[in-house]
């Protein structure tokens, strides 16, 4: 056994390289991997709970009509939202300030104005859309996108779906859920002149594609939430 | 019987042990750990997350529905539509104070909550855990309502509503559902309609 001791070690050697390597493949194979695209269950949650809202505030913002108006004929809030942002009829803040422009869009400064992306204008939230957003999201977080999708004709004669901005508050993160809405718009009802609401003849960012009838456009309006 | 110094190799394999042994522990220490690193949050609350879910779609989807419709907006002689047509995301706070009253009736100065009342409103909500024919407090979940209405007067600051029978837990993972809804109180002096938030916390 002189000059054999070596051979205790070559062995205990031996297996924990292989208990080693076995490990390793093990946690390897077991492990998960994660990535920017993995989504933990808290995840998921928030995007569970930002979907809920804002489908809901679509949803009760168009199944009420405008304060105090005839239930029958009314308009609903979220079309009344779209139709001041397109006339736009806004209030201004105060006497003196910049007019907002038809069709313009704006960005929330996180505390309490909505300021025009293009002209100076800007106007506290007054839109039944922009006070349920501000008092919904903004307290806790979250951000907004509204977008406003409707069809129009191109110059070849074609139908096609144009896309534009009505609040914007920068690209949305990777983990942002969009919820939309089909609303109709609606032209001034001759029996129904005092409703503001309703669009007037005159040209608007989002045209007219039944002239000869009461109805306006079908536009899209698309909600989109993230947490900032 | 050598003397100890002349062949001192002896004791290398039970240092080998003792050191090949620390080594691996320390080893299995580090890769059961390493994956908690990146996944500190964890919780176990998809069950209760359910069920709050099924709470609040219960209640602003059934329970707490508006069906009357005779708010004042129709002027002109237009008859109001009949009851039992129902607007989605529109609620009654009528029937929000009806229901705190309803498991409060006893104590009119505040919010007592009776057990059986208590139970009766978890079954109505599906906070059971398939006991629909139990009485007992423990086959259900705990729960909390509260419904955060938008106040004119101080916009930055909601006026907070409850119905809180249970006291919130220390340490239990507690399951959330929020939803938007739109109060209608027809003998609301401004606008009829509302904003408020509708919270549910089951644990």
Redesign the interface.
Known sequence: MRGDNRGQVLTIEALVATFILFIVLAVVVEATSVTPLTTSFTNQHVKYELQNMGQDILASLDGAPVAGTNLDKAPSRLEQSVSTWLQGSYTLYQAGDTPPTKGDWYTYDGVQFFKSATTSAYHEAQTPLEQALTFAFSPNGIAYNVEVRYPDVDANGNVAVYSAKMIWNGDPSDNCVTVSRYVALHDVDATDPANTVNLPTGSFLISDFSPTTSLHNVVEVRLTLWVM | MRPYQDHP?GQ??LD??IG?TIF?LA??FV?AFI?KM??P???NS?QL?MAA?RAAEAL?ESVLIDTT?T?Q????G?PA?PDGAA????INGAKYLQLQDHISAADPVGHYYSPGDVIQMKKTLGLGYGKSVSTAAEDFYHFNITLSK?DPAH??V?VDDKISPDRYPSGANVG???????L?DPTAA????T?A?LTVRVW
């Open positions: 190799d290398t394999s080998f042990l090949i691996l080893f299995i890769f994956p990146f996944t949050f964890v919780s998809d997350t879910d602003v419709h708010d907006d129709f002027a002109g237009f539509i607007r989605p995301g529109i938008y916009p930055q909601p959330q559902s929020k939803r938007f809804v739109l209608f401004g606008d009829k309609y904003m938030v």
